[in-house]
């Protein structure tokens, strides 16, 4: 009798094991969706530029097209209020299935828009009102995303599930560079130009309608009670926690801002001040964001063991004393193999932000207005600090005093570490 009691207790765990592991299968793999549609928007810039925008040169027509995804960035702290509203008033698996709908609209609409010849100055409006849905949804996925994978991670192994979440937004990001490496294979610069250059944004629209139809067997993971709170997804019910609203803004800030330093503008870095050639600054790159995404489950699985506070001392301490060093030494540096070594050390270092992001901010709010205090401050302060990195350091740059910008990040993390040693020193764990 005790055997078949356990052997049924074992086939249960087994069971619950298995639905979560499908669980946050289905949760990241919309947020892959969503952060591919979302990068494929800038790597394919390039090639339809001119379509919406004939007038000036090319520079003008990419600082027009820059000036579009920007637009879209600063819509975030909108989707981070308005799905954490959907999602802890509504339920989680409802506004996840929002965004990536609204998400599939944009990318449809960016595929089939006519150009500026066929429809004038209709086109980049359209196209504007499309980014613009985008950002929405992109805003609104990760406080959603994160809250649903902390809640239905198993106990004793958040850290490494939630970590996901970065390992498909950092996937998002190469399947959208890669796409287009295959485009570039396959079709002639003209014809990239002419109409090729729509087959990413239509292969976004079938992809989220994928993570749509994952996403519509997941279990809800709030309660009634949880939902019909007086605080439920309000400002008002978040102000109360405004402490852990403020932290959260301190370290997220610090957060995005080391991550788009080594990721987005590193690229540029490489080039336009360590003088490296294009091709092999992008190689290195694509094998650095490789190296990150695999980074995320280790660095999270280790943070169950050390706890999330110990994972954003680390973080926080070492960007602190290093990206200087770091930064300093990329400016002049000759071989490729060095640099490699030093942006994967640097991103080993954010990764202690990153695996645990998510998880650490859903800790930190009740679940009443987990979601709206997850993807509002991230939301804040990813578009003020993270969306800002490049052109702030790119005017440093033109003013001349490049070395401004590293002491701006090494700041911001110095900030970052004295709110970290703030948190708990055991953690506040969800409860399920």
Request: charge should be positive; charged fraction near 15%.
């Amino acid at each position: 009798m005790k055997d078949t009691l356990g052997s049924q207790s074992e086939n249960h765990d087994q069971q619950d094991k298995k639905k979560r592991i499908f669980a946050i299968v289905g949760a990241s793999s919309g947020n892959l969706v969503e952060w591919f549609d979302f990068y494929v928007y800038s790597f394919c810039s390039l090639y339809f530029a001119s379509s919406f925008f004939p007038s000036g040169n090319s520079t003008t027509q990419l600082l027009q097209t820059a000036g579009v995804f920007a637009a879209g960035f600063f819509m975030r702290p909108i989707g981070g209020w308005l799905f954490g509203y959907i999602a802890d008033k509504h339920g989680r698996k409802n506004s996840m299935m929002i965004s990536v709908c609204m998400m599939c609209c944009g990318s449809l609409v960016i595929a089939c828009l006519p150009t500026y010849a066929t429809i004038g100055s209709w086109a980049p409006v359209l196209l504007l009102v499309a980014r613009l849905f985008q950002g929405l949804s992109v805003g609104g996925e990760y406080g959603t995303s994160a809250t649903y994978m902390s809640e239905v991670a198993i106990k004793g192994r958040r850290g490494f599930y939630a970590s996901f979440q970065y390992v498909t937004l950092i996937g998002g990001q190469l399947l959208a560079l890669l796409v287009l490496v295959v485009l570039q294979q396959i079709f002639s610069n003209d014809e990239l130009k002419s109409w090729a250059w729509r087959i990413p944004f239509a292969l976004g629209a079938v992809l989220a309608v994928v993570a749509l139809f994952l996403r519509r067997s997941l279990n809800e993971t709030s309660d009634k009670q949880t939902r019909e709170h007086k605080d439920a997804g309000t400002l008002s019910g978040l102000w109360k926690h405004k402490k852990a609203f403020m932290m959260v803004l301190g370290f997220t800030a610090a957060g995005s801002l080391t991550f788009y330093t080594f990721t987005t503008y590193m690229q540029k870095y490489l080039v336009n001040t360590a003088g490296m050639d294009t091709k092999t600054a992008s190689a290195l790159m694509t094998v650095a964001l490789f190296v990150f995404m695999c980074l995320q489950p280790i660095i999270g699985g280790l943070s169950d063991k050390i706890g999330r506070r110990s994972s954003m001392l680390i973080f926080s301490g070492l960007a602190t004393v290093f990206t200087i060093p770091i930064l300093y030494i990329l400016q002049t540096v000759t071989s490729p193999y060095i640099a490699f070594g030093l942006i994967v050390l640097a991103l080993l270092i954010v990764s202690f932000y990153t695996s645990i992001s998510g998880l650490l901010k859903a800790e930190m709010f009740p679940p009443e207005v987990r979601a709206l205090g997850v993807g509002l401050s991230y939301a804040v302060a990813n578009a003020v600090f993270g969306g800002s990195a490049e052109y702030v350091a790119l005017t440093f740059k033109s003013w001349n005093i490049e070395e401004v910008f590293f002491w701006y990040v090494c700041v911001m993390c110095l900030i970052a570490l004295v709110v970290s040693m703030k948190l708990h020193r055991k953690g506040k764990e969800i409860q399920l």
